[in-house]
C-alpha cells in the first residue's frame, strides 16, 4: 500500500485550481481520489504526495430533459444520479458494479453490465471541465456545450476518458442520459459448457437480438454466487439476459432468444419481469467478487500488483477474518468472433495451472475477467498467479483484443500497455503526457 502524504478535501473547483498550482509550483506530486473503488492500483501514491479527495464535490450542476444530458460534480456516484432522475423517465445505464463516482468511471473509461447496448463510458460523456496539472482550466468541448456529435478539432473529451489521472483532475462531467425501456425481462441460461454459453452469446449478437445485458459465469462463479446470495442454481456455465423495449417488442425477443439458447444446448427458459425478481437476479451477479472471496474463507481484497481494493475502477484495502488468502482482479477483451476460443482456452489454462479462479464477464462485448483466489502465504502459487494473468493478457492481444476491457491499465498492466501498443504508440502518449504534464506530476508512474 502506498498511502500520500497529504490529503485535501476541495469543495470547489477553484479551491482544486489553486491546490493544483500551488503543487505544481513546489513540484509535488498529485493523485486524484473518487471512491477508491479501482481495481489496478489507479489511487495508490507511489511517489507520495498530495491525494485530492474530490468526493465533497457533489452537486447535480445541471439537468436537460429535452437534451437528455447532465452535469454532475465528482463527488456524484452513479446511484446517486439515478435516484436524482427517478420520475424523469431517464437513466444513466453505464454500470460498472460497485457505486463509483461518474468523473472517477469517466477517468478509468469505466464499463460494465449494460455495455453491449448503452455503450461504455466514452460515447456517453458530452464534455469534461478539466483542471490542468498547472491549475488552468480547461473545457474539452467548450464551455457549456453539449452537443451529440461534433467535429471541430481533435477530440479532447475522448483524450481525458481514461486517462486515469494522468493528465489532469476532471472536475466535471456533462453525461448523455437515456429513456428508460418499457418493459425488461431477465432469464437465466444454464449450459453444458462453457463453449456452449459463449458461442450462444455470438449468435445472439449476430442474430441483431436487441439484448442490454449478456453475463456470463462459469460453473465455479454460478456456484460461489448461488451459495453466497442464497440462490438455486445449476453448478454449470450460465448466461444471465436482460432484455429491453416496448411489451409488444419483448415478447417477440424473448420467442428469438429462446430459440437460440435451445439450439446451443441450453436450459428452457424462464423470465422475471418484476422489479424485485430482477433486482435478485442482478444483486447475485454483482456480489461475485465477494462470492469467489468467500470460496476460500478468511480473504484479504488485494489487486494487480498494489493493495488497492474495491468496482470494477483505488487504494482501500478490505479485510476479513485473516490475510491469508486474496483475490487478484484481472480482465481482458477480444472480438467476438475470437471470444469462445479465448474463453475455452483460458479456461483450460486455470485448470492446468491449479488455481482457483472463477470466470465472470460482460460477454456480449468480449470482455471477461478472471477472479483469482490464492494463498499469500504462498510464493509459489503467487507466482502461478502472476504467470497466468500475463499469460491471459497475451493470449487476448494474440487475438486482436486487449489487455484490459475496463480495469484499465494503472500499476498492473503497464507491460501489456508496451506489448498493445507498440513503441510508437507508448511514445505518442508520453508525449502527449510531456505536453500537458512536462513535470510528470499527475499520478506518477500510471500508465505509462
Not at 289 to 297: F, V
Not at 312 to 339: E, F, K, M, N
Not at 401 to 420: D, N, Q
Request: net charge negative; hydrophobic share 40%.
Amino acid at each position: 500500500c502506498a498511502p500520500p502524504d497529504v490529503v485535501v478535501w476541495p469543495q470547489a473547483v477553484g479551491q482544486v485550481q489553486e491546490l493544483a498550482a500551488l503543487c505544481h509550483r513546489c513540484r509535488v506530486p498529485m493523485v486524484p481520489f473518487g471512491t477508491g473503488t479501482g481495481l489496478e492500483g489507479g489511487v495508490n501514491a507511489v511517489q507520495g504526495g498530495v491525494c485530492f479527495d474530490l468526493s465533497r464535490m457533489d452537486a447535480i450542476a445541471e439537468l436537460s430533459l429535452e437534451d437528455f444530458s447532465v452535469t454532475v460534480e465528482p463527488g456524484v456516484t452513479r446511484k446517486a444520479l439515478n435516484k436524482h432522475l427517478r420520475g424523469t423517465g431517464l437513466w444513466f445505464p453505464v454500470d460498472p458494479g460497485a457505486d463509483a463516482s461518474l468523473c472517477g468511471m469517466a477517468a478509468t473509461g469505466a464499463s460494465g453490465t449494460n455495455a453491449v447496448r448503452y455503450g461504455t463510458m466514452r460515447p456517453n460523456v458530452l464534455n469534461l471541465r478539466v483542471v490542468l496539472p498547472d491549475g488552468r482550466l480547461l473545457h474539452t468541448a467548450g464551455p457549456g456545450r453539449q452537443p451529440r456529435k461534433r467535429a471541430a478539432g481533435y477530440d479532447l473529451t475522448s483524450l481525458f476518458v481514461g486517462s486515469e489521472g494522468t493528465l489532469g483532475f476532471l472536475t466535471q462531467a456533462t453525461l448523455r442520459l437515456h429513456p428508460l425501456p418499457e418493459a425488461t425481462a431477465v432469464t437465466v441460461a444454464s449450459f453444458p459448457s462453457v463453449g456452449a454459453a459463449v458461442a450462444c452469446t455470438v449468435q445472439v449478437l449476430q442474430a441483431a437480438v436487441p439484448v442490454a445485458r449478456i453475463e456470463f459465469l462459469d460453473e465455479v462463479m454460478v456456484d460461489a454466487c448461488g451459495r453466497f446470495s442464497g440462490t438455486e442454481l445449476p453448478a454449470a456455465a450460465t448466461l444471465l439476459l436482460e432484455l429491453h423495449g416496448s411489451r409488444h417488442s419483448l415478447a417477440e425477443q424473448q420467442q428469438q432468444m429462446e430459440e437460440i439458447v435451445r439450439q446451443n444446448g441450453g436450459s428452457s427458459l424462464a423470465w422475471a419481469e418484476g422489479a424485485e425478481e430482477r433486482e435478485q437476479l442482478w444483486s447475485m451477479r454483482h456480489n461475485a467478487w465477494y462470492a469467489a472471496l468467500a470460496l476460500r474463507p478468511g480473504c484479504q481484497v488485494r489487486h494487480r500488483d498494489g493493495d488497492d481494493g474495491g468496482s470494477a475502477h483505488g487504494a482501500v484495502g478490505v479485510t476479513a477474518l485473516s490475510s491469508l488468502a486474496q483475490g487478484y482482479s484481472t480482465d481482458v477483451c477480444v472480438p467476438i468472433s475470437r471470444l469462445p476460443d479465448v474463453v475455452v482456452e483460458t479456461k483450460q489454462d486455470l485448470q492446468a495451472s491449479g488455481l482457483t479462479g472463477p470466470m465472470v464477464g460482460h460477454v456480449g462485448d468480449g470482455n471477461f475477467h478472471c477472479l483469482l483466489i490464492f494463498n499469500s502465504q504462498d510464493p509459489e502459487e503467487a507466482q502461478r498467479i502472476h504467470a497466468f494473468t500475463k499469460r491471459l493478457g497475451r493470449r487476448a492481444l494474440a487475438a486482436g483484443g486487449t489487455c484490459t476491457g475496463e480495469h484499465g491499465v494503472g500499476l498492473g498492466k503497464r507491460a501489456l500497455l508496451r506489448e498493445e501498443l507498440g513503441q510508437e504508440g507508448l511514445d505518442t502518449m508520453r508525449s502527449i503526457k510531456a505536453a500537458l504534464d512536462p513535470h510528470n506530476l499527475m499520478n506518477p508512474g500510471k500508465v505509462l
